[in-house]
């Protein structure tokens, strides 16, 4: 599920209370209010680049020149001639003092997340999203860091923000949209359209009209005709107003003149009235602006960008009038609604934020398929630095070792610092995806199958050793050993994705374990729950505990934390504490903490407890666990004071802290979705080496397993290293890394009866301490053969389902703790298989995308062998493949009928090699003419299916259908018409 702009409106909207946030006297307060990181890291985390972008959220051409908002380096690009070719770099920017700045701003020339960009040529218009204004120059800037003339929706250039209490008649709520038209000024802002009848001449000038509400300081969501919710986009021609509305999902066009408030539009046109993909070719297809991107009015046209650019060659006239064509489709989707479209009457500009680049197209294209002419912000069409090495976006999970540093992303992977990093300039070392994808994956373009390892990655966890990754589609993943190479399966699913089905979890945002206790967060079913031991290695049991929250988008479970003894859960607008790890359903917590702004993820620390609360952009730090719901906090994070709330960017400042992590010397901070950096702040710690570890103790558990055990006599470490190695050995092997806050851990994998030596030392960024020392030897126990390997995916004698998405998956292990299994894969379509892969040490194989034939019997079996060399040989298990290979191809044949036509025309449709498994769901729709009423379908049509409309097939073999159309009575309003 593609992550929206939702949240933040939503909680925009809440009435926030905000909580006396004075110090209370502590003992050297780790934290401080108004700290600045020391660490920042992100594509673009503190150093712009002149000809790159950062999420370019609109494109405007006055004919002449060209604008791009750049939007998360804080500027406003302009090039005074029209750029003729790829890369071309601006020549004046707007919000920085040169080229290379970044930070958020307010005055007359600082900028933050600048959105709206417009022009007629002789003034410039910003809508400056986060300090919540509008900014006019009278002349076109030519100058870097040019000082606008006036602002509107602040009482002057050095106000910025809400406003405490905003004044409802004259702020402008988050603008994204700015229009000109030569006589009305119109700003898109939170929830409605302001309407200046003439162009305002002074510093907060109130509008004149505004669309959407009733009246100025009405504030209403409904799904009304005069209603708006979120509008992101508005253009004028001088006659025709069009209005863009993301979550109502509607065009809004006012073809009347603009004569009172909530004056309801003219024309309206919904996205679902046009529910049918559009294919491109036989292999790709977009749905219809879903997204609501960016629309633009010139020469009588409308048109619409989202992933593919909707055109209407005449302005509508009536209600959901169809666009009369389409084009541009790109090869990169990259989500849609960040898109900024501006057709100026001779060229298409095309902001395309998600992958960091502009298209200019010289004309409309012709197709679906034809290409842009110019990019910018890249060298090439190709290159895109979210596909790079360098950062990451929209932190899902974050989790520090004090070694390694991981963050994931809904872009479908898991990035990896294997040594914590200092700056942005070092590439990330690992990442964890599947090899189709690449470095880069966006869910909604129609690459992630079912049953793929990854999909949309959410919160992380780790111990220093094991490596937690919960994934909101393809559920939680375990790495025994913190991984190391790119593209790694994981050591096995604690949960699947066919145990979510089982058990209804819906968007698993959140995993985390307490000793051998498991909890998740089920974000769309609004619980938790709480397994008491890991699950089986075959098979996931219901769990023994789970917390429900009830119903209502004010309350919906965010994430969990835990110390291994208490619990908290963030909600909505408010977190949840339990002083121990709940043991019965439903149990109440001990303590609420409410009056919060989207609280989301959180630290429980013998020291600290800390909160990042989304919605106020701020991290809440408390000296100790709350015990009263009026605890007040020891510093804030991200403000410079206890009241402050304005997102921005730079060292000291968050846009939607999300996700927490603490290793004993930095806290780390993960943004949400529109930050894309990850923030380090020191504690206020000895910078000194810490001391090392005392009274280390070694104890044999079995032939493969020695725990070890220590005492800390250090307070400023950030973790420990343990290394080991053969009694005789001439090098010590680092085993892994535990966290700062524990003193045991276990080696596994080693050989039986063997005398091993052992060290453990504690580390910070100041050094690392003398190492305590230790020795045992492994038992000399009789050894256990493997567990004889089950098939958990596909099932013996099944039909798969899912042959391109082509996982097998089993059960398997040891009854000896501690020893290692891997596995040889065999696998072919006869009886006797060949070896496909072997020394496995996941119990699953991703064929790398490989696609199988349909309609083949295939067989399988795994071997298992443990360290001492026992093996098991699984029994042979066998599948029937169901579906489409690259060799198959369909054909549909749409037969015409009298009355009406289809969406896609009368005629043959082959289908050859399609991408994704969903597109082997085809949908067409029957349109009857006036007079008619559809009727049913005839032919190849699913049994029980005849009567729906749209229809949905499956393209699972070659199929023949017509519609069936008859005369509608009279007065009837035909069924299926539209």
Excluded at 178 to 201: F, H, I
Excluded at 567 to 577: E, R, T
Aim: glycine share 8%; net charge positive.
């Amino acid at each position: 599920m593609a992550v929206t702009r939702a949240p933040r409106l939503f909680l925009a909207a809440l009435t926030v209370a905000v909580l006396a946030g004075a110090v209370r006297p502590a003992d050297k307060p780790l934290f401080r209010t108004g700290q600045k990181a020391e660490i920042v890291l992100g594509p673009y985390s503190s150093r712009a680049v002149r000809s790159e972008f950062n999420h370019p959220m609109k494109a405007f051409s006055d004919g002449r020149r060209l604008y791009v908002s750049d939007t998360r380096n804080n500027r406003i690009l302009i090039w005074k001639a029209f750029p003729t070719r790829n890369g071309q770099a601006p020549d004046f920017v707007l919000g920085q003092k040169n080229f290379t700045t970044n930070a958020s701003g307010g005055g007359r020339s600082g900028l933050n997340w600048p959105m709206g960009v417009y022009s007629d040529g002789k003034k410039l218009f910003v809508a400056d999203a986060f300090n919540w204004r509008v900014l006019i120059w009278n002349k076109i800037p030519t100058a870097n860091d040019a000082p606008a003339d006036l602002v509107l929706g602040q009482p002057d250039f050095d106000t910025v923000g809400p406003g405490n209490p905003p004044d409802p008649v004259t702020h402008l709520s988050e603008p994204w949209g700015v229009c000109y038209d030569g006589t009305k000024l119109l700003v898109a802002v939170s929830s409605r359209v302001l309407v200046w009848k003439k162009l305002p001449t002074r510093n907060n000038q109130k509008a004149d009209l505004v669309l959407g509400q009733k009246n100025f300081t009405s504030f209403e969501f409904n799904d009304k005709r005069w209603n708006l919710w979120t509008p992101t986009c508005v253009d004028s021609d001088g006659r025709v107003v069009a209005v863009g509305d993301y979550n109502a999902k509607k065009i809004c066009l006012w073809t009347k003149p603009l004569t009172k408030n909530g004056q309801p539009p003219d024309v309206v046109i919904k996205s679902d009235a046009f529910p049918e993909p559009v294919w491109v070719n036989k292999y790709r297809y977009h749905t219809f602006a879903t997204d609501l991107g960016t629309l633009s009015i010139k020469n009588g046209k409308l048109l619409l960008g989202c992933t593919l650019i909707w055109i209407w060659d005449s302005i509508p006239t009536r209600d959901n009038q169809k666009y009369s064509r389409y084009a541009g489709a790109d090869k990169y989707c990259a989500g849609g609604r960040y898109y900024g479209l501006q057709y100026d009457g001779r060229r298409i500009v095309f902001a395309d934020g998600n992958t960091n680049r502009v298209l200019i197209y010289n004309g409309i294209p012709s197709d679906g398929e034809t290409p842009a002419d110019i990019v910018l912000g890249a060298k090439d069409f190709t290159t895109n630095i979210f596909q790079s090495r360098k950062g990451g976006q929209s932190s899902g999970g974050l989790v520090s070792t004090g070694k390694k540093l991981a963050f994931s992303m809904f872009m479908g992977r898991t990035v990896i610092y294997q040594d914590l990093p200092k700056n942005n300039a070092r590439p990330l070392d690992t990442i964890l995806s599947i090899q189709r994808w690449d470095q880069w994956y966006a869910p909604w373009c129609g690459y992630a199958q079912v049953y793929d390892p990854f999909r949309e990655q959410g919160g992380l966890w780790s111990d220093g050793i094991r490596l937690l990754v919960a994934d909101w589609e393809a559920g939680v993943l375990l790495y025994d050993r913190f991984p190391e190479r790119d593209h790694q399966t994981p050591y096995r699913r604690l949960i699947s994705v066919d145990d979510m089905r089982r058990l209804n979890i819906s968007q698993l945002t959140s995993a985390c374990l307490a000793g051998n206790k498991l909890a998740i967060i089920d974000a769309r079913n609004n619980q938790v729950m709480i397994w008491n031991a890991l699950p089986d290695k075959f098979q996931l049991p219901n769990p023994n505990v789970t917390l429900r929250f009830g119903a209502g988008a004010t309350h919906l479970a965010s994430d969990c934390a835990t110390d291994g003894r208490r619990l908290a859960v963030s909600l909505s607008d408010k977190v949840l504490l339990w002083n121990a790890i709940p043991t019965r359903n439903d149990q109440k917590p001990d303590l609420v903490l409410d009056r919060l702004n989207g609280p989301s993820g959180m630290i429980i620390h013998p020291k600290l407890f800390a909160v990042a609360e989304l919605g106020n952009n701020r991290v809440l730090v408390y000296d100790r666990f709350p015990t009263r719901a009026n605890q007040p906090w020891t510093a804030v994070l991200g403000q410079p004071n206890g009241v402050s709330t304005l997102a921005g960017k730079s060292a000291g400042q968050f846009n939607m802290p999300a996700r927490l992590s603490f290793d004993g010397e930095y806290l780390w901070v993960g943004e949400f979705k529109w930050g894309d950096r990850i923030l380090g702040f020191r504690a206020a710690l000895p910078k000194t080496r810490p001391s090392a570890p005392s009274g280390l103790r070694a104890r044999a558990v079995s032939n493969n397993r020695i725990e070890l055990s220590w005492t800390d006599a250090a307070t400023n470490e950030r973790g420990y290293r343990v290394d080991f190695r053969k009694t005789g050995s001439a090098a010590f092997e680092t085993y892994g890394y535990p966290r700062f806050d524990t003193t045991s851990c276990w080696v596994d994998g080693l050989d039986k009866n063997t005398p091993y030596e052992f060290r453990v030392s504690a580390f910070n960024g100041s050094g690392t301490s003398p190492a305590a020392t230790a020795s045992a030897r492994t038992l000399n126990k009789a050894n256990a053969a493997p567990d004889t390997p089950i098939p958990l995916f596909p099932a013996n004698a099944s039909v798969n389902y899912e042959p391109q998405s082509f996982l097998l998956r089993w059960g398997g292990g040891d009854a000896d703790a501690g020893d290692v299994v891997s596995y040889d894969l065999y696998f072919g379509t006869t009886p006797t298989p060949p070896l496909l892969a072997q020394n496995l040490t996941a119990t699953e194989w991703f064929g790398v995308r490989q696609v199988i034939p349909s309609g083949t019997q295939f067989f399988w079996k795994i071997v298992s062998r443990d360290r001492s060399g026992a093996t098991t040989e699984g029994p042979l298990w066998s599948f029937l493949s169901w579906g489409i290979g690259p060799w198959d191809k369909f054909t549909v044949t749409v037969i015409s009928a009298a009355g009406g036509t289809t969406n896609y025309a009368p005629g043959a449709y082959d289908f050859v090699d399609l991408e994704d498994a969903d597109q082997r769901e085809w949908l067409i729709q029957a349109y009857p003419d006036s007079g008619y009423a559809f009727a049913g379908w005839t032919g190849d049509v699913p049994a029980g299916h005849e009567k729906d409309n749209p229809l949905f097939l499956c393209i699972d073999r070659n199929r023949q259908l017509a519609p069936v159309f008859t005369a509608a009575a009279s007065g009837d309003d035909p069924p299926g018409a539209r």
